[in-house]
């Protein structure tokens, strides 16, 4: 085994840069470890990768999943080993304890919430396996716990949205579907919106990320606040179930009750050229060639950023339909 070899303990600590980049780009069942990914040990010139997914909830999901798989394969150099975890953080747990007992050599994962990590976290750095937080972050007690975390920038992107709301609907009274309560997604967007525009908003309810459960959410909030004339969506999807409720409440979406959503996806952006959204800020997932040039450097042992922040772009309806057509994702 090159590069990290078992010396890999010391790692997290070794990391000398903590400069954030900005780098253009982004943030069904429990799976086999090597569902999707590849089988079998691999060879030893493979790096064995162990990551595990949250979910597969959105558009934006399964595109950043597509990414990982495509740049991880054993083609580019990699024996990945990947767990599906339903959005279930005792899914995730397990399956990063599988991780140790695999003995992989670099451990990725994307944090269904940010808490409740300290034991599973304190194995890993026990093991010796270094660590690499994809697109959401964790609040943990132990220390240096993980070597490198890549995404987008949650509050950012939060702040991006209130600016819009700021400049083009002053009186505008908000509705805030949020995401999984607890996790760093909806954290920090909340926090960016809110201190822009905080005293607009009139009501939140989570839809969990999900189609189905935003237009649960938004159903009730016609009835709970019938004044009110945007919401603001942590994603598109959940955005897209909002435009279901309101056209069944006899509105029309885009104008009567407009919405400002986070992800950019392809339905969300035809969302936006069909008039129903009326902002999208971007968070882009396809960043997987990020990530295993990353996870490479972590496992040669060199020197990496503490942060890699992924760019995220802006849309309005002045967006084509060319535009939208020609997205990867």
Same mark, same amino acid.
């Given at each position: 085994?090159?590069?990290?070899?078992?010396?890999?303990?010391? @790692?997290?600590?070794?990391? $000398?840069?903590?400069?954030?980049?900005?780098?253009?780009?982004?943030?069904?069942?429990?799976?086999?470890?090597?569902?999707?990914?590849?089988?079998?040990?691999? %060879?030893?010139?493979?790096?064995?990768? %162990?990551?595990?997914?949250?979910?597969?909830?959105?558009?934006?999901?399964?595109?950043?999943?597509?990414?990982?798989?495509?740049?991880?394969?054993?083609?580019?150099?990699?024996?990945?080993?990947?767990?599906?975890?339903?959005?279930?953080?005792?899914?995730? !747990?397990?399956?990063?304890?599988?991780?140790?007992?695999?003995?992989?050599?670099?451990?990725?994962?994307? /944090?269904?919430?940010?808490?409740?990590?300290?034991?599973?976290?304190?194995?890993?750095?026990?093991?010796?396996?270094?660590?690499?937080?994809? +697109?959401? *972050?964790?609040?943990?007690?132990? +220390?240096?716990?993980?070597?490198?975390?890549?995404?987008?920038?949650?509050?950012?992107? %939060?702040? *991006?949205?209130?600016?819009?709301?700021?400049?083009?609907? /002053? +009186?505008?009274? !908000?509705?805030? @579907?949020? %995401?999984?309560?607890?996790?760093?997604?909806?954290?920090?967007?909340?926090?960016?919106?809110?201190?822009?525009?905080?005293?607009?908003?009139?009501?939140?309810?989570?839809?969990?990320?999900?189609?189905?459960?935003?237009? *649960?959410?938004?159903?009730?909030?016609?009835?709970?606040?019938?004044?009110?004339?945007?919401?603001? *969506?942590?994603?598109?999807?959940?955005?897209?179930?909002?435009?279901?409720?309101?056209?069944?409440?006899?509105?029309?979406?885009?104008?009567?009750?407009?919405?400002?959503?986070?992800?950019?996806?392809?339905?969300?952006?035809? $969302?936006?050229?069909?008039?129903?959204?009326?902002?999208?800020?971007?968070?882009?997932?396809?960043?997987?060639?990020?990530?295993?040039?990353?996870?490479?450097?972590?496992?040669?042992?060199?020197?990496?950023?503490?942060?890699?922040?992924?760019?995220?772009?802006?849309?309005?309806?002045?967006?084509?339909?060319?535009?939208?057509?020609?997205?990867?994702?």
């Amino acid at each position: 085994m090159k590069g990290i070899n078992r010396a890999r303990t010391g @790692l997290a600590g070794a990391v $000398a840069t903590f400069t954030i980049l900005a780098l253009a780009a982004c943030g069904g069942g429990s799976d086999t470890a090597a569902d999707g990914g590849d089988t079998g040990d691999g %060879g030893s010139d493979l790096i064995r990768v %162990g990551f595990s997914q949250l979910g597969a909830e959105s558009g934006w999901r399964t595109a950043n999943t597509e990414s990982v798989k495509e740049s991880l394969s054993k083609d580019s150099g990699f024996d990945l080993k990947f767990v599906d975890a339903q959005q279930k953080q005792e899914n995730q !747990i397990k399956a990063l304890r599988d991780f140790i007992a695999q003995d992989v050599d670099v451990i990725a994962f994307s /944090p269904v919430i940010e808490t409740g990590w300290d034991e599973v976290l304190q194995e890993i750095k026990d093991s010796g396996i270094p660590v690499v937080l994809v +697109d959401r *972050t964790v609040d943990t007690t132990v +220390d240096d716990p993980f070597v490198t975390w890549i995404g987008a920038d949650f509050k950012a992107e %939060g702040t *991006t949205a209130g600016e819009w709301v700021a400049e083009n609907a /002053p +009186d505008a009274k !908000i509705f805030e @579907l949020q %995401g999984t309560l607890g996790s760093g997604a909806q954290v920090d967007r909340e926090e960016g919106f809110g201190e822009v525009v905080g005293e607009q908003i009139i009501g939140k309810a989570s839809g969990n990320f999900t189609r189905a459960e935003g237009k *649960t959410a938004v159903e009730a909030a016609l009835q709970a606040y019938p004044d009110m004339t945007m919401i603001f *969506t942590h994603n598109d999807d959940m955005g897209l179930g909002a435009i279901e409720a309101i056209e069944a409440a006899g509105k029309v979406p885009g104008k009567d009750i407009q919405i400002v959503s986070v992800d950019g996806v392809r339905d969300g952006l035809q $969302a936006l050229v069909d008039k129903k959204f009326n902002f999208v800020v971007e968070c882009n997932p396809v960043f997987g060639d990020q990530l295993a040039e990353l996870i490479t450097k972590v496992y040669d042992g060199e020197d990496v950023p503490k942060e890699t922040i992924v760019i995220d772009k802006a849309f309005d309806q002045t967006i084509t339909q060319a535009d939208v057509d020609a997205r990867a994702y």
